[in-house]
């Protein structure tokens, strides 16, 4: 199937109109944005979440636990975590090839993406929070407690 078809499909699904600009449409799923990326060429889509913003301080836990989940997609399903340079932000994505993806496994793939947004914004919100505490109390590392459960983000 192609991707114009699969994001069409998805949009009808969901009961919203995806309007496409400049081969990129974005909606809202439980409070966080997510964009949708029309790469034809290749027949491929990439879909990407906004994660929120690093805490100012005290990066290092946070780039550990990221680079980690990172590693051969152990704690991300598939999905990678990045920082984007323009804005900042951590930002979560995943590519989908559309020869390989019906409307129910790229419905499917949209659903988990989602449910890992919702996790690692979660999660970095705690660092930034456990961040401000630290620096409240003048301590020279992270709580501690923020950490990834078993298996990241993978629950559906």
């Not at 340079?85 to 790229?106: A, I, K, N």
């Amino acid at each position: 199937m192609n991707s114009q078809d699969l994001i069409r499909h998805f949009g009808e699904k969901l009961g919203i109109d995806l309007a496409f600009e400049d081969g990129s449409c974005a909606f809202e799923a439980d409070g966080s944005l997510i964009a949708i990326h029309d790469l034809p060429e290749i027949d491929t889509i990439v879909i990407s979440g906004d994660l929120g913003e690093p805490p100012p301080e005290r990066l290092e836990n946070l780039y550990k636990t990221l680079l980690e989940a990172n590693y051969l997609f152990r704690e991300t399903s598939g999905s990678t975590i990045s920082l984007d340079p323009e804005t900042g932000r951590f930002s979560l994505c995943r590519v989908v090839l559309c020869q390989v993806t019906d409307d129910d496994s790229f419905f499917d793939a949209v659903e988990r993406f989602v449910n890992g947004v919702e996790s690692w914004s979660r999660l970095i919100g705690d660092f930034r929070s456990a961040a401000s505490a630290a620096a409240d109390d003048d301590k020279d590392t992270p709580s501690a407690d923020v950490q990834l459960g078993t298996g990241g983000f993978m629950s559906v």
